[in-house]
């Protein structure tokens, strides 16, 4: 039409100047004009119509568009239930659904609002009801259900509302809103001082409420006397202090606080819909689906249509082209739902306003070798700084690797190593460490001690090694650092955990040791007790190489090697169970004509040895005390710390020397070192650990003691004479000694009397009381 119009007022303008004759006839011409006009504006009409042909389309303010319409049985509508009442007797008149009293405020394509109904109850000041309202509507068997926009809203200071659901959705709910003075409420705050409000679910089609009081207002009657409940636009609704002695709250929530309804068409899904004869979605136009468990749909005009899509002959195109969506150069072509831009003759581009646009060819070379060189010369200026930047990061890398290995003694470590001729002590590269670390990931992680952490590492070789990461470096003992590492690789011991080597370029040191695969001493003895493997032969045999490993560097070490950390965690197993000292961290020298050395007491709790804790005097007897507790540790299964335990069995060492002192050694012990062990091998490793646990240094055994008794132990256990079954040995030796114990033997087991069944458990002397 519009191309119409065009070619008229053209003709117009070309006839102008003819003759008169061509003047009139250009007249006749123009009278044209208005009927195409008229007829472009019908047909516009015609494709946005929203209402039946005939039909009311407003009532009132209100438009009411298909498939609602307006009067009663007047097939305006798609059914009854979309028929609305417009009732002329208001003015302006107000349209109603079907012929009920639920006012109509707005329709829209998913959605009508309509005017509320507000539940209301009024007190005296003596606690009677002076009003009374009720509050309920039931959409039962019409297209309506209550959206879930809505919320149950209940206000007052002394007020209890239900809402009840009975139709479309079984729904019960409450809310209970309290208030004791004025000053307790907050404006625009509804969580249950002075208002209260719940959700309902989607699809709910009738409800009731109930409004109900505790105390009937007397408390709160001198600025609160009514409660209301309603269901409302949760968007809307804004609850204010003033609606308390607002007279009016009832009739001003009824009218500006809607509740919002979803409509749908019939019960059937969309899959359903589409294959029956009523089928409601017309040409260019999407069916949604309302609810997938209840059915019920609506239609939408597809993208780039407008229209009515429940009207014949449904949604139309939209022409974008109207707007000129192009770019001023550009030419759009509109397409049914869609549009295109193109650029006019001696221009490129795609034409679009918020894309390229259109360019004029005649710019093209320069615009492009413009913007070849400016990116060639942006891509190389990025890619020097970015080699710039990374040279200055490597460099200072390179320099506070350098600065580390200067201030932890790297020159004085090679000194030492070239002086010494150590070759098996390595410097490892902090790159290469962190390369067999997988940069220290935390599932590489062996264990963490009070020192620093442990890491499993992968060297290049594909050796296998532990790497500890210390946490803290005393500048002021670095050389007394770099001594140790020296001597500790000269260390060749079978039983002691194998220094491989360090790296110097981190803050703090990091040592490397031979990997040792089967865990701790500690894991194994608090959880592989009744393993097959941990028997008190092979107890004896960790216990004994784990004593001769430590009398090695007490007295056979260049120079004497205190431990000062000997404890069941330290000493690990390798595969075939071969007991490894372990952690050097807080060891110390110990020059060849000293016997001692005072530091600042290190340690963990429960091996610290008493008398170096309270001296501050480190000798090789500290560790022989340590040891003591990881035998006892060996012989009873129990920690060397039991916090939860009662006050006497607290402190293992103390609780093993009582029950030696009282005769209750044997009660102590593991059930199967009783079984395994001879009574002579027990008491023999129990006066032993009674001697390392003495309190006075002076008294204890030297290491190289421990070491010689473990292993006497162990040749005893192993000699022929000491093959046949380890009971009826005990039985025999108990049988001797019966004038020391009050013991009485019944087959298999040991009975002391008074004290019920257990295995060889000496409790009383036979001389003591009982």
């Avoid at 019908?42 to 307006?70: E, R």
């Avoid at 690990?572 to 490894?580: C, E, I, P």
């Avoid at 091996?607 to 480190?618: G, V």
Wanted: overall charge neutral.
């Amino acid at each position: 039409m519009r191309l119409i119009l065009t070619k008229l007022f053209d003709l117009f303008s070309r006839y102008m100047q003819k003759s008169m004759f061509q003047q009139v006839t250009m007249i006749n011409i123009l009278l044209l004009v208005p009927l195409a006009a008229l007829f472009y504006s019908n047909s516009a009409a015609a494709s946005t119509a929203t209402t039946k042909p005939g039909c009311q389309s407003k009532c009132g303010d209100l438009s009411v568009p298909y498939p609602f319409g307006i009067g009663l049985g007047t097939n305006c509508s798609m059914g009854l239930w979309f028929d609305i009442n417009c009732n002329t007797t208001f003015n302006p008149p107000k349209a109603f659904i079907g012929t009920g009293n639920l006012e109509i405020i707005s329709i829209s394509d998913e959605k009508i609002r309509i005017k509320n109904w507000v539940a209301a109850r009024c007190y005296s000041q003596t606690g009677n009801i002076t009003r009374k309202n009720p509050a309920w509507i039931n959409f039962t068997g019409t297209p309506y259900t209550f959206a879930d926009l809505n919320k149950f809203t209940v206000v007052g200071c002394d007020d209890l509302a239900i809402i009840v659901g009975t139709s479309g959705r079984n729904f019960t709910s409450g809310c209970l809103s309290v208030c004791l003075e004025r000053e307790d409420l907050i404006d625009g705050s509804c969580t249950g001082i002075g208002c209260c409000q719940t959700p309902i679910p989607k699809g709910l089609k009738a409800f009731s409420s109930t409004l109900l009081s505790i105390r009937n207002h007397t408390g709160v009657w001198s600025f609160n006397r009514c409660g209301y409940a309603f269901l409302g636009d949760q968007d809307i609704f804004k609850f204010r202090t003033s609606d308390f002695s607002d007279e009016k709250f009832q009739s001003r929530t009824t009218e500006n606080v809607p509740i919002v309804i979803d409509w749908a068409i019939g019960n059937q899904s969309c899959s359903e819909a589409t294959k029956s004869a009523d089928y409601a979605c017309l040409e260019n136009s999407v069916c949604v689906d309302y609810d997938t468990t209840r059915g019920g749909y609506r239609c939408n005009c597809s993208t780039g249509y407008k229209g009515n899509p429940y009207l014949s002959p449904g949604c139309t195109d939209i022409d974008e082209c109207e707007n000129n969506p192009c770019d001023e150069n550009g030419i759009c072509n509109n397409s049914p739902g869609s549009f295109s831009c193109s650029c006019k003759h001696g221009y490129y581009g795609d034409g679009k306003k918020d894309g390229r646009g259109c360019i004029a060819e005649n710019s093209q070379f320069p615009v492009i070798k413009f913007s070849l060189g400016f990116s060639s010369v942006f891509v190389s200026v990025i890619i020097a700084m970015t080699w710039l930047y990374f040279s200055i990061q490597r460099r200072k890398l390179v320099r506070m690797r350098e600065k580390f290995f200067h201030q932890n003694g790297g020159l004085l470590l090679k000194q030492q190593i070239s002086s010494n001729g150590v070759e098996s002590t390595k410097i490892f590269s902090a790159e290469e460490l962190e390369k067999a670390t997988n940069k220290y990931a935390e599932d590489r992680i062996l264990g963490r001690g009070g020192y620093g952490i442990v890491y499993k590492g992968i060297l290049s070789d594909e050796r296998v090694v532990a790497i500890k990461k210390s946490r803290v470096m005393d500048q002021g003992q670095i050389e007394q650092f770099i001594n140790e590492v020296v001597i500790l690789t000269q260390v060749n011991h079978r039983n002691v955990v194998k220094l491989l080597g360090c790296c110097l370029e981190a803050e703090v040191p990091l040592l490397v040791y031979e990997y040792v695969s089967n865990g701790t001493l500690f894991h194994h003895i608090h959880n592989s007790g009744e393993m097959p493997w941990f028997s008190w032969e092979n107890r004896l045999k960790i216990a004994a190489e784990a004593a001769g490993a430590l009398a090695y560097l007490h007295s056979a070490a260049s120079m004497p090697i205190i431990h000062r950390d000997v404890k069941s965690s330290n000493i690990l197993l390798d595969n075939v169970y071969t007991a490894k000292i372990s952690d050097f961290g807080a060891s110390r020298l110990v020059p060849l004509d000293q016997t001692q050395v005072t530091t600042l007491v290190q340690g963990t709790l429960g091996y610290l040895d008493p008398e170096y804790f309270h001296t501050s005097q480190l000798t090789e007897k500290s560790d022989v005390y340590s040891f003591g507790v990881v035998l006892a540790e060996l012989m009873t299964g129990k920690k060397p710390l039991s916090p939860t335990k009662s006050e006497e069995e607290r402190n293992l060492a103390t609780y093993f020397i009582m029950s030696i002192k009282e005769n209750r050694f044997f009660r102590i012990l593991e059930s199967r070192i009783l079984r395994e062990g001879s009574l002579e091998q027990l008491q023999t490793a129990g006066e032993l650990i009674k001697r390392c646990l003495n309190l006075k240094s002076d008294e204890r055994p030297t290491m190289k003691e421990v070491a010689m008794e473990l292993e006497g132990l162990r040749k005893y256990t192993k000699h022929p004479w000491n093959q046949q079954g380890n009971a009826e040995e005990n039985m025999a030796l108990l049988s001797e000694q019966s004038d020391l114990y009050d013991i009485t033997i019944t087959g298999q087991e040991f009975t002391t009397s008074g004290q019920g069944s257990l295995y060889i458990d000496m409790i009383y002397p036979s001389n003591n009381p009982r």
